[in-house]
């Protein structure tokens, strides 16, 4: 099983708005029972997509809140999970709720062309 990146305010830029490629964020929270369940795929998907142009990382929204304003708010997250996608540092494609893997990774495929 890999393990994907722990996205914050800091590295946001660097690792997902910088990155030539396909970036994935998990916005969740330790308090959802969804964002539980689908954080183990998300680890998988990272070690499936190791070594290649797709970057896939975590983001906890409640810390990374600086008042009302935050990287989910930043993008319009409304609830958790949402998943985002950037290609090349563009917000391209988003899901909402738990999803399957073989979901996950059919998005994937088709967004890394």
């Not at 946001?12 to 954080?39: M, N, R, S």
Request: hydrophobic share 40%.
């Amino acid at each position: 099983m890999g393990k994907s990146l722990n996205i914050t305010g800091k590295n946001f830029e660097a690792e997902v708005l910088k990155h030539q490629g396909l970036a994935i964020v998990d916005f969740g929270a330790a308090w959802c029972g969804p964002c539980k369940a689908l954080a183990p795929t998300i680890d998988e998907l990272a070690g499936d997509y190791a070594g290649t142009n797709v970057k896939i990382g975590k983001c906890d929204i409640d810390d990374e809140k600086e008042g009302s304003d935050g990287l989910a708010s930043d993008f319009g997250v409304m609830s958790v999970p949402t998943i985002l996608f950037f290609k090349n540092g563009k917000k391209v494609d988003m899901m909402m709720g738990n999803q399957p893997k073989a979901a996950l990774k059919d998005k994937i495929e088709k967004l890394r062309v």
